[in-house]
């Protein structure tokens, strides 16, 4: 679930400027319900989560066999059905996915102010000064080797990238969507 937020921070700030649409948070919500748990700790979890996402875009592009994944329950229903809507919407993505591994690959080899630098250009400055502090005063007088593993570039505990409810910073709003169920309300 983390990763997942992650992913969905990440692409907010990726699609912020751009006139694109962003893919649909459905789609990301299945994917990362499918890759497995990685045992090597949240950046190995989002990285994996990651190339999952770009084999699928990738495969797509030079197939030309569309993302089709299907909603469990009803089975009829595409979650692909409003997006890509172009190639242009894929190579963004997968673009995307490309510079999140790559990013994610430079803090495996980081020290840990260079892993938070690459968190804040990730994920948002804000977000992650919040959590990086609410982590360490969680924390005082332990060993932070024992939370961060240098060379792996993976957090053993991701209190580190959550910000505490309290002290949680603001996030940008997403856009709003044009989905209706075709259900009116009651």
């Not at 190995?44 to 084999?55: G, H, I, K, M, V």
């Not at 797509?60 to 229903?77: C, F, I, R, Y």
């Not at 993505?93 to 490309?98: C, G, M, S, V």
Request: proline share 8%; charged share 25%; glycine share 4%.
């Amino acid at each position: 679930m983390i990763a997942l937020k992650l992913m969905k921070r990440y692409l907010n700030l990726r699609y912020a400027k751009r006139s694109l649409r962003r893919p649909i948070s459905i789609y990301l919500s299945k994917i990362a319900a499918l890759v497995p748990p990685n045992e090597n700790g949240l950046c190995a979890q989002l990285e994996s989560y990651a190339l999952d996402l770009e084999r699928r875009v990738h495969t797509s592009m030079v197939t030309g066999v569309p993302l089709d994944e299907k909603n469990p329950a009803p089975p009829h229903e595409d979650f692909n059905d409003r997006w890509p809507t172009s190639n242009e919407d894929l190579r963004v993505f997968r673009d995307d996915l490309r510079h999140l591994v790559a990013e994610l690959a430079r803090a495996r080899s980081s020290n840990f102010t260079d892993v938070r630098k690459v968190f804040d250009d990730l994920f948002g400055e804000r977000v992650s000064e919040k959590a990086v502090r609410s982590y360490l005063d969680s924390h005082r007088g332990l060993s932070i080797p024992s939370a961060f593993e240098p060379a792996k570039g993976f957090v053993a505990a991701p209190a580190l990238l959550t910000p505490a409810a309290a002290k949680a910073a603001p996030i940008s709003k997403a856009p709003a969507h044009h989905f209706h169920s075709g259900r009116l309300p009651k």
